[in-house]
């Protein structure tokens, strides 16, 4: 059974930075794309970026672009997304998620396994 575990959220003040850490087990690891994606208060689920299983293609929404990075370390089962600059708006739960898929996919509905998401709150 697959299984991710989200890590490094927390508390932060508008312009620091945070690194968020994705856990996998129960699988293997380097065949699946990982996306991040994020959710405010009152607001839909909306996609952050994407690794490809050999990091080879890296994808981000519009307005995390320039301060978000997404990295993995196969041999961890991990990725990492660091966070910089942080934002007010970027205050909301960050899931990770696991898709088959060889290219990144920016909808939810391509994501077979979630986390269960790592607060974080930026305060201004």
């Known amino acids: 059974q697959v299984h991710l575990a989200e890590s490094g959220g927390e508390t932060v003040q508008a312009g620091g930075s945070l690194r968020l850490s994705c856990v996998f087990s129960?699988?293997?690891?380097?065949?699946?794309?990982i996306g991040w994606f994020r959710q405010a208060p009152g607001k839909e689920r909306e996609f952050v970026a994407a690794?490809?299983?050999?990091?080879?293609?890296?994808s981000y929404a519009d307005s995390v672009k320039g301060r978000f990075t997404i990295s993995r370390d196969n041999a961890k089962n991990t990725v990492y997304l660091q966070i910089d600059s942080l934002k007010p708006e970027d205050t909301a739960v960050y899931y990770c998620?696991?898709?088959?898929?060889?290219?990144?996919?920016?909808?939810?509905?391509?994501?077979?396994?979630w986390g269960q998401g790592t607060q974080v709150t930026v305060s201004s």
């Open positions: 998620a696991a898709s088959h898929s060889p290219t990144p996919r920016y909808g939810g509905k391509d994501y077979s396994y």
């Open positions: 129960g699988g293997t690891f380097n065949i699946y794309t």
């Open positions: 690794i490809t299983w050999n990091g080879s293609i890296l």
